[in-house]
């Protein structure tokens, strides 16, 4: 397993050791001791898994009370995947790293605590995992403004599929951030 610092150091892209022969193949998708190694000593406590269609847009997400550090990947499909720091403290507050995470190329993103995530499907569907360091709780998460001129992202899609939560995300210049 390797990991290796984004334009946002703090956001990692993990890339693990696949093993791969006629019969199939195999990789470990999670080790607590190799991610420590590279600067991650986080304790998951919630798996998620979510099947989306194409175009369907999931984020900005957050929680400011309750931070969740989140490991993401792609299990089925493909998807264009964002993060955003939001750690005013940040020497890169306001900035975002995007990748594309997919079954194909099995690279998982960490997205640390302090940071929005979201995610849009390219593929027709796409299944997604990600293991958080701290729960759901739904009074404390904040949705960022998935569009937001202020963000710059350049999503690959003009019309995305939006739940109403994040048809009312709020622009950065009001979004509750932290310290």
Do not use: C
């Not at 990947?73 to 990748?99: I, K, M, N, W, Y």
């Not at 605590?113 to 995992?129: I, K, N, Q, Y």
């Amino acid at each position: 397993m390797q990991a290796v610092p984004t334009e946002l150091p703090d956001v990692l892209v993990v890339t693990p050791r696949v093993f791969e022969d006629a019969r199939g193949f195999f990789y470990e998708s999670w080790n607590r001791r190799a991610l420590a190694a590279a600067g991650v000593d986080a304790e998951f406590v919630q798996d998620n898994h979510s099947r989306s269609v194409r175009g369907v847009l999931r984020g900005l997400h957050y929680q400011v009370q309750h931070a969740q550090g989140k490991l993401v990947r792609v299990v089925a499909g493909e998807v264009f995947d964002v993060a955003v720091d939001l750690r005013r403290s940040s020497p890169t507050f306001g900035r975002h790293v995007t990748r594309v995470l997919s079954a194909g190329n099995r690279d998982e993103l960490w997205v640390p605590p302090g940071f929005a995530h979201g995610f849009v499907v390219l593929s027709e569907t796409a299944d997604f995992l990600y293991k958080t360091t701290d729960y759901w709780y739904p009074e404390h998460e904040r949705t960022l403004l998935w569009n937001d001129p202020a963000l710059g992202i350049a999503w690959p899609v003009d019309a995305p599929i939006l739940a109403p939560k994040d048809v009312a995300g709020v622009p950065l210049a009001r979004a509750d951030v932290f310290p």
